[in-house]
């Protein structure tokens, strides 16, 4: 009995410390959300290259910033100006294509991907989008557990659509509610 007391007051401690730890990360870092311009294609690589296995080169990078009908963002941490994280979208007639997401490691689970997507959400809606619509590897579960979050839901699949692996891709779409938003 003894014990089980010293253990329960062990855990209070531990489970204490993880929430106290991740409230003052939250408040540590500062980040805002801006336009991508061409400038940030170096920083863009540097996120690309440290998020995926297969990353984006350069030119298909710069062919997104380029776009005129792509629109891009990047979320910059206000204590350095180091940008953690960026979107990259496409806007076709009335639906939203969420092309490439990717936050540094360092900087993940702050909720930086989530202010990204909504920013890219709202713009849309702003530009006139209806839909919004992604792929992503069936084995990705990071990124469809942020998607599903966020109200997308699996609407088809894409057999072996990434060349690198032949990995299939799912589908995934969502409406966008203007009154989330505005
Ligand atoms: C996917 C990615 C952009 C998410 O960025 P992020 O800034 O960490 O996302 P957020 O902090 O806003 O997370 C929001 C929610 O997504 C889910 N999520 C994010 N990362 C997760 C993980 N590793 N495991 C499980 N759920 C996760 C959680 O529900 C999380 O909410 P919570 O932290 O309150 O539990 C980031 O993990 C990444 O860059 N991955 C590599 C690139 C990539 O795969 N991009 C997607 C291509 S389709």
Not at 51 to 74: G, Q
Request: with cysteine.
């Amino acid at each position: 009995m003894h014990s089980g007391i010293r253990r329960r007051f062990y855990m209070g401690v531990c489970i204490g410390q993880m929430v106290i730890e991740k409230i003052i990360f939250k408040n540590i870092i500062s980040v805002s959300i801006r336009q991508a311009v061409a400038d940030d294609l170096n920083a863009l690589q540097e996120v690309e290259n440290l998020s995926y296995e297969h990353p984006w080169t350069r030119n298909m990078l710069r062919s997104s910033l380029d776009n005129p009908k792509s629109f891009n963002f990047v979320a910059v941490n206000q204590t350095d100006q180091r940008i953690a994280g960026f979107i990259l979208n496409l806007l076709l007639m009335d639906e939203l294509h969420i092309l490439n997401i990717a936050v540094l490691p360092s900087y993940r689970r702050y909720g930086i991907g989530t202010r990204l997507l909504e920013a890219s959400m709202e713009t849309s809606i702003r530009k006139g989008a209806a839909k919004a619509y992604l792929e992503v590897r069936r084995s990705n579960i990071q990124a469809l557990t942020l998607y599903i979050k966020h109200g997308f839901r699996v609407t088809g699949v894409r057999r072996e659509y990434y060349s690198d692996n032949k990995e299939d891709a799912l589908l995934m779409t969502r409406w966008l509610e203007p009154k989330k938003f505005i």
